[in-house]
């Protein structure tokens, strides 16, 4: 079915948020396994999957619509050097992907293209009350515990393997 070209244009660009944010996601989790958060680092992978989910849904969209999927494009990366800058990164880019989510939902009002709107209001549940909300949390707590008591309980359990 031939979608219209906005439609597909910025599914297009939503794809590359979706897969920055798999990206981040996915070097941020290395970094905190590598440190030993490992509560921290399957939540983080958790999100990176989430997004991988997200990038798969927009391309069998785009290729419904005839459109040809950009896997190619991505925003700068900002990989946090600490766990907070971590979160906020995280947060600032989830924050950025709402916005173009909102903007894509009114322009399939416009072009009324309903089922891609479906599909963009699922995504921008999960990635408002889901993504967003659980980074916000996190910096929440890291400044209501302070960030060794927070760094403390995203270590987990002691593994008794050496």
């Known amino acids: 079915m031939q979608g219209s070209a906005k439609v597909i ?3 297009n660009a939503l794809l590359t948020g ?3 944010a798999a990206d981040q996601y996915f070097i941020h989790s290395r970094m905190l396994q590598n440190w030993g958060f490992q509560v921290l680092y399957q939540r983080i992978e958790h999100e ?3 997004e991988l989910d997200h990038a798969d849904a927009l391309i069998k969209r785009i290729l419904f619509l005839e459109g040809v999927p950009d896997v190619a494009s991505r925003a700068a990366l900002n990989v946090g050097a600490d766990v907070p800058a971590m979160l906020k990164n995280d947060l600032a880019l989830e924050i950025s992907v709402v916005a173009e989510l909102k903007a894509a939902i009114a ?3 416009i072009e009324r293209d309903y089922d891609t709107r479906r599909i963009l ?3 921008l549940e999960d990635t408002e009350e889901d993504h967003a909300h659980w980074l ?3 910096i929440g707590l890291i400044e209501r ?3 060794k ?3 403390q309980s995203a270590a987990g359990g002691l593994s008794s393997a050496s």
């Open 9 to 11: 244009a910025s599914l």
């Open 18 to 20: 979706e897969l920055t």
């Open 48 to 50: 990176h999957h989430d």
């Open 107 to 109: 322009l399939c009002e």
């Open 121 to 123: 209001v699922k995504m």
């Open 136 to 138: 916000e949390i996190q």
């Open 145 to 147: 515990l302070g960030l």
């Open 149 to 151: 008591n927070y760094l």
